[in-house]
């Protein structure tokens, strides 16, 4: 199963590394930004599950990143827990207003946080959670690492499984080979982009088979995407 990926935009290092080492241990992908303006350029490159972000980070505002965000398509569904030191009522609706889903005022306990965080994933993004993801006429069972196309069991190895997981998670959407090579293998991790090609060309001889039609999108000069019907 594909780990949740969550960015943290904090400038106090401190809460930075707190908030990481708790979203680590409860297995999710971390990645921690203390600036706004390299958040805005990171979020560009790759969207995370849900993004923490404190109100006044520098050289972009928190809440101005927020607005920016709301404003575009990639990201304008994106989980965001806003953090702040402000707590007066004003200060809470106008960082909801601008586009916040929850929003927190520290100092807050991490148990509560960690709640949060669980409680807007199922909320705005079930299928990060659910442990049965369906698109169209496949379904794919994490637990058992079992995929099934029109009731027939469908044999994939595991690098074509989490290519599957990944694109069954956000049906539609047009993905780079350098995106996929993030999600799917790692950032960490040095590889080919024409190794998607070879992965992709596998995952897709192994769910369109006999005459069923193809599920799998490739956009010249763009990507894949797995489709929506």
Known sequence: MIAPK??????????????????????YQVEVVTRGDEAEIRLQENVPDLLVLDWMVPALSGIELCRRLRMRPETERLPIIMLTARGEESDRVRGLSTGAD???VKPFSTPEFMARVKALLRRAK??????????????????SHRVYRKKSEIKLGPTEFRLLEFMMRHPGRVFSRSQLLDNVW??????????????????RKAVNTGRMPDVIRTIRGAGYAIRED
Do not use: W
């Not at 969550?6 to 297995?27: A, F, I, K, Q, T």
């Open 6 to 27: 969550v960015m943290v935009v904090e400038d106090e290092e401190p809460l930075g590394v707190l908030l990481r080492y708790n979203l680590e241990s409860e297995g």
């Open 126 to 143: 079930p299928e990060v959670l659910s442990s049965i993801l369906k698109v169209g006429d496949i379904m794919l069972d994490r637990e």
């Open 186 to 203: 790692g950032e960490t991790i040095y590889i080919d982009e024409r190794t998607v090609d070879v992965h992709v060309g596998r995952l």
């Open 102 to 104: 929850d929003y927190l």
